[in-house]
């Protein structure tokens, strides 16, 4: 286990109506002048709007809005938030949304502070010092961005998916009702688990010996993930399936899975680029991705795919062949994707194979080798990506 | 699963050499004179008085210090402490030691705060609303006050060992160096482990249902603490299994494997009895307390006891005769502590049957039921008593 720091201070209120508390949780964290910032007519449509409003004014908060924020979202509305923001002197960010709304909001808090171009956090890895305070209201089980000090922006004029990251980016509270999640359709629903389950594997691939804690931790996600994600594709409503998800979505994406450890992201980083690419949820791209990503790991590199598969899909251990053991681990994980609805292929999101030089050159315009479980070569991604390519 | 709010903001800084951090964190969490609170003269010939003492002076903290907290800590030093940090006007306390010294620390935070009483925080358990910062540089892996918002304290004039809380109590930082805990003997070093797998168990044996997570989470720690302690007491200067150890022992007590639900704490009221009456070292009352809790619930509630069995424990589920896989994960737990050397009975532990019925009183003194997952009466209680007295 390497040293390590851990600091996740946002104030979690979870559970059903929470929503009532977003008022009395902006003073608590020092908001007197809310950005309330969120996506589309949904959280209108659900009357999620409505309640925040109430329990803003309730406590005379005061606040202006900004609506509009897409998945994947945009640097363009970012400097619309950070302009709006610094013209109405707002004291802090309220995200009602779900991983791209947080991000979003936390772009434009980080941007209101910052004299130069926000962008250059996301070009150029700027750790972010400065930023107004965050709260969220959640709307959806995926991202763990209401827990993380991580946000993931499209810079439109490069067309370039990247985060960012500095500890004050961490939310200062996170509403977390699980209600709220209940109108999500089965292919959101499921992309969000997707997108917690990766949170968790680009944890767990590692070679860092003896994280037993940590190990152990991040199975017990998955299972709960496998266990609960085929539940609530059965019956949205189902309050206690959707509660176990979107607290497991916390915890999975907080670091405290990933503690002590060096990490790999490979999945991620390939699949921001199809995300940037066609605009593919980001979720349904992991499922794409990392599947695939395994297929080629476990190859030369199969000790973690082992407890993958026993401790997680249940295999049982084949001592004369554990290679056997490995690869079923990954096909249990690639039907339970299937199950709950995921797309395998680039056809099925329409990813095309021609496009694959150009996102494995921007993939590598920076750095030499990407992930950290195997470091990939250029020619590793090219065959992850032409392995679902014509898949 | 209940509603619950979920607050855990400590920094934890974990790893070899981290104690030389002690003065930078001080300050960034704005302590400019410290209480320096310790044990005995164990942190003086460790060198870690002196390293913390260097670190303090480099950042130009200013520090007055008060030794001699025992396990089990008395009122008697806090009220000595309180008077210390207000004569010179200290506005943070440092713990250097294990869970009594955190403890102790958390009493006079809170105490030199408050107009009143400390103790009455203890007696009455009136929340803690204010207190001086605490900061904690960890030296046994056990109680898990390093990440708590809890302390407990025997009150000399009654001696009842009871507890407060209070959100403000949770530290502002804790250096967890695993090195420091290599010294400790296999005693300390066992009671310490049992100590967090029952912190664990309070947790976990819950009627509230449909906690997946919670309960994937708990069982991760425990199978880490049943594969992590006897590494430990084979080879005590293991770094990584120490490491294990001591960051499980923040996350079993920190509430993340308690959120949502009805908690127990049984066995911790029954051996607080043990330790006021006998001073007996916590974990190893625990060790005597919590199987004979086990034995006595699962006759007439064994449904938690089998996936404790199952997952935990590795014993193959019987559904011929579920009580039988239930029966046989309480009997691996038992014989798990014997080979970490922990005591099974009274006698081991120097208590006696006759004060059964004091102890009874003292525990039922205010309140009609024990506990949780099984609302113990009197009888049930003398009867989980009775069962170690005789062993």
Known sequence: MENFTFYSPTFFDFGRGTEKDTGKLVKRFGGSKVLLHYGGGSIKKSGLYDRVIASLKAEGVDFVELGGVKPNPRSG????????????KVDFVLAVGGGSVIDSSKAIAAGVCYDGDFIEFYRSRIVVEEALPVGVVLTIAAAGSEGSPNTVITDEETKIKSGATGEVLRPAFAIMNPELTFTLDPYQTAAGATDIMIHICERYFSNTPECTTTDRLCEALLKTMAYETPRVIQKPDDYEARANIMWAGMVAH??????????????????????????VTHG????VIAPAWMKHCVATHPEKFIPFATEVWGVPFDSINPMQTALEGIKRFRDFLDSIGMPASFSQIGAKKDDIPVMVDRIFAKKKTEGHYIELTKEDVTSIYNMVADA
């Not at 509305?77 to 109405?88: C, D, M, P, T």
């Not at 349904?284 to 499922?287: D, T, V």
Request: aromatic share 8%.
């Open 77 to 88: 509305l970012v400097y619309e938030g950070i302009e709006l923001a610094r013209k109405e």
């Open 254 to 279: 907080n670091n405290i899975c990933g503690v002590g450890r060096e990490q790999d992201w490979a999945s991620h980083h390939l699949e921001h680029e199809l995300s940037a690419l066609y605009d």
């Open 284 to 287: 349904a791209g992991l499922a």
